[in-house]
């Protein structure tokens, strides 16, 4: 399916998923779109469900799916551009790594060749080549993530599902991965993951679903999120020469709500219920006081806040 | 554009990884150990002395490899090994949690079910017809050499041995399909497996119309000696090999179809959630 520019589109219509009387997600409409999508919500959130929704591994009990256009009815298409890393850490026994992943690239119908070639590109993009030749049940767990990582992208697909990628990576893994990551995004790709860690989740994100009780409770790039929540203002750092005085004007301000002022006199946070407007409003009023800016920041536009203002401290782990 | 050559390629995928998987690795260690206990069987009657006025001619020792055949190898050895290959095709990976990998690349579930069956029904019939083989040939050749050449060679021929070579790549197609399905339909296969195996060992009391519902009486009916199976038995006309065969085919494409349409609409959850 595409969208109004010809995008390619991963489409949810009123997708609900019970199981049996328990809900897994509810009345879900979604249009992801390429870049990195991040779901966010704590566990038993629907996280994982709408992943395995999206691959076919689940059947939606309402609404229809599409990736590109095609059902999860017709596997030959609709799987062709997926490829999904799932959060279960469980192998087919006796097969090394290499084996695992060109051994499942001919289940595509590529011939042996091809799904070998495949296999060690992938395998060398995720720096497992050392490791290839052994079985993958003595692999360590950032070890067996990777080559998890590898089967996902070996056969190159356009829609990247990751559930929960970066666990069991150390720190140096974690930035190669979020690498590769980019570098599927800014080829015009989809990346969809699901991760607790919000402050790498709010680094590699272009956009966010957030997550609850089955429900999406917001989504859209993070600062378009966060000025929808009209519950809590918005707070906005400033750092100044003049911060006492340029925080009693701005306390006239019909937008904004409070004013704190930092205890070394040099620094504000404004709380506003219309950023925009307190922005436009804020420029006329620096330049009337002749007040010297340093820098000017929105102190809670991002997925920790966000989700602390929607979800609260349910799940959460920074 | 014809979806046959892809199809085609996808199942010599699925048959290459399940056959390395499950007859290549230390877990198939336990079939391979199965189909050698009628070998051993033979190598033992060949070793083992035996009086000189019961030991018979070649002819004899085929008619007892027919009974070992019918309540050994077919009945006991080839259920058992269907039971644990095919039951696990399926039942397997999902315990596993592995099932997903397959789910997840761009083919149909129907094309994965026939390359996993195919794996299994190859591998088996491969492994018990040479093991049914190599104990036809002792146990003949054991104790009448001279003689038991010119029966294996010249009469009745090698036709025997194939016939039941026959018999046991029919009887590793109607199990296999069969336990596929079971594997398929239910989480725990054993119980429905140990029903089934005291279906096969009452055929012989079974009336002739409820014989033809089971897998042994058209893998029997391709032997090419009678077995007695005692005073009991319902005694019923073998059915012909032309209807035997095509038969089992068609019933275990028919199982085979069952297990596609299940495993089509078939979801995997995992994960926390």
Same mark, same amino acid.
């Given at each position: 399916?595409?969208?109004?520019?010809?995008?390619?589109?991963?489409?949810?219509?009123?997708?609900?998923?019970?199981?049996?009387?328990?809900?897994?997600?509810?009345?879900?409409?979604?249009?992801?779109?390429?870049?990195?999508?991040?779901?966010?919500?704590?566990?038993?959130?629907?996280?994982?469900?709408?992943?395995?929704?999206?691959?076919?591994?689940?059947?939606?009990?309402?609404?229809?799916?599409?990736?590109?256009?095609?059902?999860?009815?017709?596997?030959?298409?609709?799987?062709?551009?997926?490829?999904?890393?799932?959060?279960?850490?469980?192998?087919?026994?006796?097969?090394?790594?290499?084996?695992?992943?060109?051994?499942?690239?001919?289940?595509?119908?590529?011939?042996?060749?091809?799904?070998?070639?495949?296999?060690?590109?992938?395998?060398?993009?995720?720096?497992?080549?050392?490791?290839?030749?052994?079985?993958?049940?003595?692999?360590?767990?950032?070890?067996?993530?990777?080559?998890?990582?590898?089967?996902?992208?070996?056969?190159?697909?356009?829609?990247?599902?990751?559930?929960?990628?970066?666990?069991?990576?150390?720190?140096?893994?974690?930035?190669?991965?979020?690498? !590769?990551?980019?570098?599927?995004?800014?080829?015009?790709?989809?990346?969809?993951?699901?991760?607790?860690? !919000?402050?790498?989740?709010?680094?590699?994100?272009?956009?966010?679903?957030?997550?609850?009780?089955?429900?999406?409770?917001?989504?859209?790039?993070?600062?378009?999120?966060?000025?929808?929540?009209?519950?809590?203002?918005?707070?906005?750092?400033?750092?100044?020469?003049?911060?006492?005085?340029?925080?009693?004007?701005?306390?006239?301000?019909?937008?904004?709500?409070?004013?704190?002022?930092?205890?070394?006199?040099?620094?504000?946070?404004?709380?506003?219920?219309?950023?925009?407007?307190?922005?436009?409003?804020?420029?006329?009023?620096?330049?009337?006081?002749?007040?010297?800016?340093?820098?000017?920041?929105?102190?809670?536009?991002?997925?920790?806040?966000?989700?602390?203002?929607?979800?609260?401290?349910?799940?959460?782990?920074? | 554009?014809?979806?046959?050559?892809?199809?085609?390629?996808?199942?010599?995928?699925?048959?290459?990884?399940?056959?390395?998987?499950?007859?290549?690795?230390?877990?198939?260690?336990?079939?391979?150990?199965?189909?050698?206990?009628?070998?051993?069987?033979?190598?033992?009657?060949?070793?083992?002395?035996?009086?000189?006025?019961?030991?018979?001619?070649?002819?004899?020792?085929?008619?007892?490899?027919?009974?070992?055949?019918?309540?050994?190898?077919?009945?006991?050895?080839?259920?058992?090994?269907?039971?644990?290959?095919?039951?696990?095709?399926?039942?397997?990976?999902?315990?596993?949690?592995?099932?997903?990998?397959?789910?997840?690349?761009?083919?149909?579930?129907?094309?994965?079910?026939?390359?996993?069956?195919?794996?299994?029904?190859?591998?088996?019939?491969?492994?018990?017809?040479?093991?049914?083989?190599?104990?036809?040939?002792?146990?003949?050749?054991?104790?009448?050499?001279?003689?038991?050449?010119?029966?294996?060679?010249?009469?009745?021929?090698?036709?025997?041995?194939?016939?039941?070579?026959?018999?046991?790549?029919?009887?590793?197609?109607?199990?296999?399909?069969?336990?596929?399905?079971?594997?398929?339909?239910?989480?725990?296969?054993?119980?429905?497996?140990?029903?089934?195996?005291?279906?096969?060992?009452?055929?012989?009391?079974?009336?002739?119309?409820?014989?033809?519902?089971?897998?042994?009486?058209?893998?029997?009916?391709?032997?090419?000696?009678?077995?007695?199976?005692?005073?009991?038995?319902?005694?019923?006309?073998?059915?012909?090999?032309?209807?035997?065969?095509?038969?089992?085919?068609?019933?275990?494409?028919?199982?085979?179809?069952?297990?596609?349409?299940?495993?089509?609409?078939?979801?995997?959850?995992?994960?926390?959630?």
């Amino acid at each position: 399916m595409s969208g109004p520019a010809g995008e390619r589109l991963v489409t949810f219509d009123g997708v609900s998923k019970f199981y049996g009387e328990v809900l897994g997600v509810n009345r879900v409409q979604l249009a992801l779109g390429p870049g990195i999508t991040s779901l966010v919500g704590p566990n038993g959130s629907g996280k994982s469900t709408l992943m395995n929704l999206m691959t076919g591994l689940l059947n939606p009990t309402r609404g229809t799916i599409r990736v590109f256009g095609h059902a999860p009815a017709d596997p030959e298409r609709f799987l062709r551009d997926i490829g999904y890393c799932t959060q279960v850490d469980r192998f087919p026994a006796g097969l090394t790594g290499r084996q695992f992943v060109a051994g499942f690239l001919r289940v595509h119908g590529l011939d042996a060749a091809e799904a070998n070639r495949l296999a060690d590109a992938a395998i060398e993009r995720v720096g497992m080549n050392e490791a290839a030749g052994r079985r993958v049940a003595g692999y360590s767990k950032g070890m067996r993530q990777r080559i998890k990582l590898a089967h996902a992208i070996a056969h190159d697909p356009a829609v990247l599902v990751l559930d929960e990628p970066l666990n069991g990576l150390d720190p140096m893994a974690r930035a190669e991965v979020i690498g !590769l990551f980019r570098e599927f995004a800014a080829a015009g790709r989809h990346v969809i993951i699901s991760s607790h860690i !919000l402050h790498e989740v709010d680094l590699i994100s272009d956009r966010v679903v957030i997550l609850n009780h089955g429900y999406v409770v917001a989504e859209g790039d993070i600062r378009g999120v966060r000025s929808e929540i009209q519950a809590h203002p918005m707070q906005i750092l400033i750092r100044c020469d003049r911060a006492v005085d340029l925080g009693g004007r701005l306390l006239h301000e019909p937008d904004v709500v409070d004013v704190r002022v930092h205890d070394d006199r040099l620094g504000l946070l404004i709380s506003t219920r219309d950023a925009d407007r307190f922005y436009s409003s804020f420029n006329r009023i620096v330049l009337d006081m002749d007040v010297r800016i340093e820098t000017v920041t929105p102190a809670d536009a991002d997925v920790h806040a966000v989700y602390q203002y929607l979800i609260g401290n349910e799940g959460e782990e920074r | 554009m014809s979806a046959w050559p892809l199809w085609r390629r996808q199942i010599a995928g699925v048959f290459a990884l399940e056959f390395s998987r499950r007859f290549l690795g230390r877990r198939a260690f336990a079939i391979y150990a199965v189909a050698a206990l009628p070998v051993a069987l033979a190598v033992l009657y060949a070793v083992l002395p035996i009086p000189e006025d019961v030991r018979g001619g070649p002819a004899q020792a085929a008619a007892e490899f027919a009974n070992l055949f019918n309540a050994f190898i077919v009945r006991t050895l080839v259920f058992l090994a269907c039971v644990l290959v095919f039951s696990n095709l399926v039942r397997g990976d999902i315990a596993e949690q592995v099932l997903h990998y397959y789910f997840l690349a761009p083919a149909r579930r129907e094309v994965i079910v026939i390359g996993k069956f195919l794996a299994g029904w190859i591998s088996t019939s491969v492994v018990f017809s040479l093991s049914t083989a190599v104990t036809y040939v002792l146990i003949v050749l054991a104790r009448h050499s001279a003689e038991g050449r010119a029966y294996l060679l010249d009469r009745p021929g090698l036709g025997h041995p194939a016939m039941y070579v026959l018999a046991v790549c029919l009887a590793c197609l109607g199990y296999g399909a069969l336990f596929l399905l079971i594997g398929v339909l239910f989480r725990n296969p054993i119980v429905p497996a140990v029903a089934l195996w005291g279906w096969e060992w009452l055929n012989f009391l079974l009336p002739a119309a409820l014989k033809k519902l089971s897998v042994i009486h058209f893998v029997q009916s391709l032997a090419p000696l009678p077995i007695d199976e005692g005073p009991l038995a319902v005694v019923a006309e073998p059915t012909s090999a032309w209807i035997a065969v095509p038969g089992v085919l068609v019933v275990s494409a028919g199982l085979l179809w069952l297990a596609a349409r299940r495993m089509r609409d078939a979801e995997l959850s995992y994960g926390p959630e």
